[in-house]
């Protein structure tokens, strides 16, 4: 049975020392955001996923999700009532408005809530999390009446959300979408299409469900132009806002799927379904598109925490199983024969791992905590400076993290050797699991051309030139602090070489634009691995000032040691991502459809 | 429904074209390997793969395997009956001595037979496969009454065969293997002990399982230095070897797995079971081991085998599926949008996955014609090389094929979006069967063990000198070709590359061997790569000179088109191996066991 221990010292180290999060009760939204508080929702929601989301996990994997003749679905054992725990534990309003029921605490902290439900039960995570990105897009786009009415029982969690953007003919071309919306009299719409892939669409878990749902209202434009938002509740609701008549809105079947077996994953059908238009007509993917965004680094963090699990068992795997003997001799003379752990190889997994896991928290949660100061600080500059940059690194946190998590999840896999294979050891769901984060909200390669395509070029490239001043000013402050020099070359390289990959894309990309496609993903590696660079770079300060204090707290020394070889053996791939992309297009295009 | 054609043309090109496969004809044991026969074997080998194997594939991953309450294990709907057609095909023993009922075709001809079976269905395919196996093993050590017993049989398919080595608490690490055998006084042996992960291990294709046990003979030495080998039969045989009584094996469960549903992996319970020995007492492991790095062979075919059937569809997929525009304007202006192979990034997904399959297959196919010109050569000179040369690429084509496979099989199911992660299509299951083959058969880090800890230094180095004077050869005899410069230059460059990877590894391997372990990934697949760059290199002089030679076939400027992808964009990856394995061991050694 595998284990999951939240790893709540690491989490800290980059909340509070690396982050400052504690500077956020300075604002009035976050008045109430201090330490002790912070202690408790850690301790508490660490405990949850080991004790409850954990043994869940094994059992949603084997039982999945059943649909019943009457097109209801039930989830597998013990999840509703897991569900009913975060509900009533207060989470599922953790960072949300405390005018509609919220705990109003950072968005930084909800993220860590969620590594660790992701962590111990991505698929059950997936429930809270779609919630959570249905009350964001009502947050953002709809009337004060639609806040009123759904926003608490959302934040409560007493109705969870969906968002159902997927048909049959389309995913990534959102402006191929057929399900059309034909106005009723009273300002209301009829509903009516096929959406895939929702995840969440059908369950037993909460009273109701507020499906969100991207139609074309009769008459709309072709393509992206024409296309609405809409709030389509399973339940349609009475004149004391509670759930009564039934909604034509139903699940036609659930997906068979490699993961995530205990998230239901339905085909939606809606039938002159009764939906209400959130914001303008025609400007559906206005909202959907600031709240996919949140969920992209949603995903990324999925990516991470699932690494982060598939670490821990490898680790103690590793630590346990006896086989074979050091190269430099007996490292456990008495038994009959070593711990994995002593085969550099094996560490050489355990290590990439570890680096990247670490490596990636610190970035989600620098992310949140930008997403945090837009919201709250008072300067405009800052609150524009944060949003370019989460603009900028949104895509590649949902790309690159979750290509190198695939990777990383695959190592730890293969360090059990053949019990990996097995489903008994549990390695093989959290490669299932993971392998869904590198397609949903947006395929990997769909990540890489929006980095190339549009954050790159935004606002006369703003973004970048905002991430590279900040680099070289953290640089120039730090040039002079020998102990971490491996760190600050190693981040300078990087730049360098990131930025000779920006001007060959600005060079090449214009006169032939399947340039930018052609690297685009050795340009999302690239930037993911130096934004990893300034991460490592930015703990390692942190650790060695502890050290210097005097802390002979051996977290400090582990963290350079992991921090150093992230530097000395991950940043190397910079070099070849470099190369490949500056072969450009021609090497891609050369071959004749035909000819595949 | 996934498809599978296989590629004939490819196949032929790689044989006749590179090789010259017809120059065994010359000798008398291929002295009837003629074209037309060739011919005629891969058309019907390609059309069973096509028309029975691959419907199979998708039924056997459904429905598994079942043991039933005796303890006998049914195999999905549809597989005795297609077995039966492999056996009255007299497809079991088409590589093998005539002597005992064999065909007597190439090994280089069995590989490509066993391509289309892999791809089509690779759970199916292990039963031959590990008969193929077993029958190696008693070919090489066993008596010759033993042979005459068996070899008959196994090679017609009427029994099948097994590898019995891994129990609970070794796999890599044979020295701790605890099955004992019993003399008793008619010669035979009392087997006694549970070994697991036995592929095909029982099964209702055949009417005899032939396993080779590994055990320990009371009293033998501890370690690898006191394992035998033992043939165990399901059921004894009458005096006229008939099976007849039950032998005490036995299959105590099945394994619940990631991947390769539609194969039997059994636990298998020997209790005081009669066995019989193979070879001499405490010499089992050789025999092993020789069969072993036959198999090997045949798991980086798997691989590229795999690689090829996702391709296929991904390339089938990426033609047929209408999703967004073209970034250099509109490519199917009459349609609702573009197909996907438009894209620059598919294409880079797609580009990969053909330059990789087609490179794996010269350098497995070559490494057959190795083998059977160590078989058949006159010259002991010849014969010597041979064996070096197969022996140093043995652990690279399991290790450097299988890591890239599981990559390129991801990416081609990325190409399919959400659809590729739902079981429909099928390719959920290419990535889930694929992921098997870089643990079997010797985990992939055991590969890289092996090749920098033993391959590289045996008989001083003189495999890889050999290849290196060959590649030497080889380039002196091209340099002039201008048409193909940029592949000598590729070449030129991965070999010295390859070599200062050597150079380092000789350096610091010695004085710490722990450097060498944490380099051997790497440098396995810096070997990779050049092995690549030496195929790529040798099928683009091929395809030159036809062209040269007046022909019009596209094959062949595709094939040059393809090569050059994998010159431009995969060799330099070589430089990150390289930069990371030069950083040594002490990164990944620095850290203390109990921070992990």
Known sequence: MPIYNA??????????????????????????????????????????????????????????????????????AGFKQAYQQVVENGMMGLAHDPKYGGLGMPGTWHIAAGEMQSASNMAFAMYPGLTNGATKAIEIGGSDAQKATYLPKMISGQWTGTMNLTEPHCGTDLGLLKTKAVP?????????????????????????????????????????????????????????????????????????????????????????????????????????????????????MQGFAQSEVAYQNAVSYAKDRLQGRSLTGPKNETGPADPLIVHPDVRRMLMETKAYNEGARALVYWAAMLEDMEMVHPDEAVREKCDDLLGLLTPVIKGYLTDKAMATTIDCQQIFGGHGFIEEWGMSQFVRDTRIALIYEGANGVQALDLVGRKLARKGGRALMSLNAEIDEFLAEHKDNENVAEFMSGLEDAKKQLTEGTMWLMQNGMTNPDNAGAGSTDYMHMMGLTAFAYMWAKMAVVAQAAIDGGSNDEFYTNKLITGRYFVLRMLPQMGAHLAKMKTGAEPLMALDAAAF
């Open 7 to 76: 790893p709540i010292r690491d989490m800290k180290f980059v909340m509070q020392e690396m982050l400052n999060v504690g500077q956020l009760t300075e604002y009035d939204r976050f008045s109430e955001a201090d330490t002790d508080t912070l202690d408790a929702i850690l301790e508490q929601s660490g405990k949850f996923a080991s004790e409850v989301l954990t043994p869940l996990n094994v059992i949603g994997d084997h039982e999945g999700c059943t649909r019943n003749a009457d097109g209801s679905v039930s989830t597998p």
């Open 184 to 300: 009723n009299a009273d300002g209301s719409y009829k509903i009516t299409g096929q959406k895939i892939f929702i995840s969440a669409g059908e369950h037993d878990m909460s009273e109701n469900i507020i499906h969100l749902v991207l139609a074309r209202i009769q008459g709309a434009p072709e393509g992206v132009k024409g296309i609405s938002l809409f709030i389509v509740p399973k339940f349609k609701l009475d004149a004391d806002e509670n759930p009564a008549e039934r909604n034509a809105v139903s699940c036609g079947a659930l997906e068979e799927k490699m993961g995530i077996h205990g998230n239901s994953t339905c085909v939606m059908n809606y039938d002159e379904a009764e939906g209400y238009l959130i914001g303008e007509e025609n400007k559906g993917l206005r909202v959907m598109f600031v709240m996919m965004n949140r969920a992209r680094l949603d995903v990324g």
